[in-house]
């Protein structure tokens, strides 16, 4: 299943509630990973964005959790704009609130999107059992997602890449690719001897720096087209 939750509105609509968390990521003294908070809250947006829309969902609202003090809202909220824009959502409100009594020696930030979908609209579309895999993007963690941002899944690509039908899209977190493959596929057990790929379907993919998608044969060119360089095979067996 996905990492949200989704709400019945009315008799054509859907609430999709998604969410991502970020903690020890930022510029205080105790933090493991060192970066700027407009990078937390930036990777923490594509995360909670990318599980909206890959369940059919478009984000309506986003809300931001602050726990790395007052000093840093415009900071985080510049990171949160910076991933609307690449989405062209640049007019969706942001709101939230900051933890300004107590510091903490951490960075923690908490971070949801609210998104629509319409009942009409089937966010897990109807494939056929000759399925191929692929991974577009790389799985990258900690320093790497920084030292290696030109292997990082563009929002703009997933975003096209979520519109095609006959497609199943499913973002790759903290657990892995492997982990995620029987997530989108429940009734079946995969193992990593049966995954094919030059990429460690085992490592995190940290904040969903890659994501899985199921196609039939006839999506693969416009797939390739799309996704480019950050295109990779998974042969199952």
């Known amino acids: 299943m996905r990492d949200i939750i989704t709400i019945p509105l009315t008799s054509t609509d859907t609430l999709i509630i998604a969410s991502d968390n ?8 105790g933090d ?12 923490s947006f594509r995360v909670a964005a ?3 829309i890959a369940a059919g969902g478009i984000p309506l609202s986003v809300v931001l959790h602050n726990f790395c003090g ?10 949160i ?5 690449q989405l062209n959502l640049e007019d969706i409100p942001i709101t939230g609130s900051t933890e300004s009594n107590f510091p903490l020696q951490q960075s923690a930030i908490g971070l949801v999107v609210l998104g629509q979908r319409s009942l009409t609209k089937d966010s897990e579309n109807v494939l056929s059992a000759n399925l191929k895999f692929a991974v577009i993007g790389s799985p990258l963690v900690g320093n790497e997602v920084i030292d290696q941002a030109d292997k990082v899944l563009p929002l703009s690509v997933f975003q096209e890449v979520s519109k ?11 657990k892995g ?8 596929f429940p009734n079946k057990e995969f193992t990593k001897e049966m995954l094919h790929t030059k990429l460690d379907v085992l490592k995190s993919s940290g904040p969903a720096t890659c994501c899985i998608i199921a196609y039939e044969q006839a999506q693969e060119e416009k797939l390739k087209k799309i996704a480019a360089g950050y295109y990779h095979f998974i042969t199952v067996k």
Request: glycine share 10%; aromatic share 10%.
């Open 22 to 29: 970020s903690g020890g990521i930022g510029m205080k003294a």
């Open 32 to 43: 493991l990973v060192q970066v700027s908070y407009d990078t937390v809250a930036y990777y």
């Open 50 to 52: 990318m599980e909206c």
């Open 70 to 79: 007052d000093l840093t809202w415009n900071d985080l909220i510049k990171g």
């Open 81 to 85: 704009q910076k991933g609307l824009a």
């Open 164 to 174: 095609l039908e006959k497609l199943m899209v499913w973002p790759v977190g903290s």
């Open 177 to 184: 690719i492997l982990y995620e493959m029987n997530q989108m």
